[in-house]
């Protein structure tokens, strides 16, 4: 039998994709507001391919972009 996903896997697998193609201009001195922004444009894609809004799934998709974007820094600066 499959497990389906939760409201909050749901959103956080959706941050995550939407992570992947918002454009992020990496540098070492980052500001705060290059890090609003890809959240911003993260959440505003993942909702508007998403299919809900409860408070989980919500979550999932904040808790995702956030993942997203440490990602892409880590990345983008050569930390993996």
């Not at 959440?43 to 972009?65: H, P, Q, V």
Request: hydrophobic share 35%; net charge neutral; aromatic share 10%.
């Amino acid at each position: 039998m499959r497990v389906q996903p939760t409201q909050y896997q749901i959103g956080w697998q959706l941050a995550q994709r939407a992570g992947q193609r918002v454009p992020l201009d990496v540098t070492v001195h980052l500001d705060g507001d290059a890090y609003r922004r890809f959240i911003s444009a993260v959440i505003e894609t993942a909702i508007s391919e998403g299919r809900g809004a409860t408070a989980s799934y919500l979550a999932g998709i904040r808790d995702g972009a956030e993942q997203a974007y440490n990602r892409r820094f880590e990345q983008g600066v050569g930390y993996e």
